[in-house]
């Protein structure tokens, strides 16, 4: 088939860049002059594992082409995917201005029969404005469709996603429509889910808010966990042995960064609240995930007192491991935390440091590696579970510190091991809270009670 893409970020690159690789004629829009040069130089703007690569491959194969102009695109495509941001607006409203621009565009330069498909997270009835616009502008005797076609890619491992989907959502209202994304996406041989548009777009706010909803209902667990001496990651291994809850999702930690959960929840809260529906689930999943940061600073200074004059060493700043995306990430609020209580600050990444070098400014040491940065610190912070600090020589690391303190943010490592080690270790969830001398007598006291 002939594809349009209409945005280059990580959506719209890996969606292109996947289809193109499947054999289809892809032509990719960004509006970007410096990103559409580095695209034809074969160099993709952002780390995703596998991704330039394939944009070479399919550029050397002539089956990806990039281009700034969208008539380029609508002449020479019958599916246009429309994949451009819908940031969040001040008030939690999706921004759909870059979709609004890119639609009608495309209506002016449609000259026969083009789908247009919302691969971008729209709020629900975005499609119907899409239809009603592309109608009205469209030259007299053209027809279009819209279809809805929304992404569940992770970052990190985006190529897996969109090559091995769990289902494919199709929302579309004509035939001509449903066949032509069920023709194009049979061949995935994944479960496909053919509904109306309104369904489309509502199904991909309400997966995004849910993964969102466990993540802060672990969150909170971890926090009852700490209080009673229990250990969060044991309860989500028991939970999620149970097939309707899944053990996905259930990793307490400092709590989701990312360019989609934080949005998409304050959109879906927007609709819920514009319909005059409970949005009160919503707004308790985002309030804890805001909380979390500033508790993983509470919590460092309770194992490490004032942390003025202090020296912590932060591993991991990207909002999860494989990405160099800082978007949202809980390091952007947690180092600023303490470099504010008056500590000093050292990080490292493995991807993420030239992007951390623009936003966290002066007064933090960039390091070259983890144990850079835990060199003579007062307590090592990890926050990103990056798969090269699983394998770190603790006892090295300790060997460096000038106390050896961990708050690991991502409950990455084994307690025993790291007090093995000769840690002082503080984990979320973890009951570390129950070890200490105070709150073990407070509870046999308890029990005397009873
Ligand atoms: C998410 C959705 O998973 C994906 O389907 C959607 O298309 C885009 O948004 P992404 O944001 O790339 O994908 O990463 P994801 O793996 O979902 O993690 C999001 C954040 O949640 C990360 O900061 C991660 O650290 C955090 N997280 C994830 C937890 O804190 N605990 C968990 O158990 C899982």
Not at 17 to 29: E, K, T
Not at 263 to 274: E, G, H, L, P, S
Not at 281 to 287: D, E, K, M
Not at 351 to 368: E, H, Q, S
């Amino acid at each position: 088939m002939k594809i349009g893409i209409i945005g280059a970020g990580h959506v719209g690159l890996v969606t292109g860049a996947c289809f193109a690789d499947l054999g289809h004629q892809v032509m990719m829009v960004d509006d970007d002059r410096r990103k559409v040069a580095a695209l034809r130089a074969g160099r993709v703007p952002f780390f995703e594992p596998g991704l330039e690569e394939l944009v070479r491959r399919g550029m050397a194969h002539g089956r990806l082409r990039v281009t700034r102009a969208i008539p380029e695109a609508v002449d020479c495509s019958t599916l246009l995917f429309v994949c451009v941001g819908t940031p969040t607006r001040p008030n939690g409203e999706a921004d759909l201005s870059a979709v609004e621009t890119v639609t009608r565009r495309i209506a002016r330069s449609m000259r026969a029969y083009r789908l247009v498909v919302e691969k971008s997270t729209v709020p629900v009835q975005t499609g119907a404005w899409m239809r009603r616009t592309l109608r009205e502008m469209v030259r007299r005797g053209v027809d279009c469709d819209v279809a809805s076609n929304p992404e569940f890619l992770r970052e990190g491992c985006a190529i897996q996603d969109f090559l091995h989907p769990d289902r494919i959502v199709i929302g579309a209202e004509s035939e001509r429509a449903r066949r032509l994304l069920v023709d194009l996406y049979t061949p995935f041989h994944a479960p496909l889910v053919v509904t109306d548009v309104s369904s489309a777009e509502l199904l991909k706010h309400a997966s995004n808010s849910f993964l969102a909803l466990k993540i802060s209902y672990i969150n909170a667990v971890a926090q009852v966990c700490e209080r009673v001496g229990a250990d969060v990651v044991k309860v989500a291994d028991g939970m999620g042995l149970d097939r309707r809850i899944g053990r996905a999702f259930l990793d307490a930690g400092v709590g989701w960064g990312g360019s989609c959960f934080s949005k998409d929840v304050a959109a879906f809260t927007r609709i819920a609240t514009a319909h005059r529906c409970d949005a009160s689930l919503l707004r308790a999943a985002a309030g804890i995930n805001r909380r979390q940061r500033p508790y993983a600073v509470a919590r460092l200074r309770r194992l490490l007192g004032p942390l003025r004059g202090r020296t912590v060493g932060v591993l991991g700043l990207a909002f999860k491991p494989d990405t160099d995306d800082l978007r949202d990430a809980p390091a952007l609020d947690i180092v600023p935390k303490l470099r504010a209580a008056g500590a000093r600050v050292r990080v490292f990444d493995p991807k993420a440091m030239p992007a951390a070098k623009k936003l966290l400014g002066r007064g933090v040491t960039f390091c070259r590696n983890a144990y850079e940065a835990a060199r003579g610190a007062d307590a090592v912070m990890l926050l990103t579970e990056w798969n090269e600090f699983k394998e770190l020589d603790v006892t090295r690391m300790a060997s460096l510190m000038r106390q050896p303190v961990v708050f690991d943010g991502r409950n990455l490592y084994d307690p025993a091991a790291m007090r093995r080690a000769g840690m002082r270790y503080a984990g979320i969830g973890r009951g570390q809270m129950q070890q200490t001398a105070h709150s073990t007598q407070h509870t046999e006291k308890a029990g005397k009670k009873r």
